[in-house]
């Protein structure tokens, strides 16, 4: 994978109830804020989150799922995101 691929990807981490977890890498499907904002928007009223990779589809219930980790960047932190989220915290331990 070259440096303009690897620029215009993105990672999910998904971690689950039972304690196992899966990470995806995937092509960035917009450059839009409104668009990631929109299909953010999206995902929030869903109860599923489905991921096609490898030639499959992959279907996880929401209900199974314990976090997702989605890295944003620096444009993306200013996205509106439901009135109680905290923002700029910092990871101290887990």
């Known amino acids: ?3 303009d691929t690897l620029v215009n990807h993105r ?3 998904v971690r689950f109830m039972d ?3 899966i990470s995806f890498d995937f092509p960035e499907a917009s ?3 409104q668009a990631k904002q929109f299909k953010l928007e999206e995902f929030f009223l869903g109860q599923h989150l489905v991921i096609e990779a490898e030639g499959a589809l992959m279907v996880f219930p929401v209900a199974n799922i314990k976090s997702i980790e989605i890295p944003i960047s620096k444009s993306e932190a200013h996205m509106k995101l ?10 101290i331990g887990s």
């Open 82 to 91: 439901p009135a109680h989220t905290i923002r700029d915290a910092r990871i």
């Open 1 to 3: 994978m070259d440096l």
């Open 19 to 21: 304690g196992t977890k």
């Open 31 to 33: 450059d839009s804020l």
């Open 11 to 13: 990672t999910i981490t």
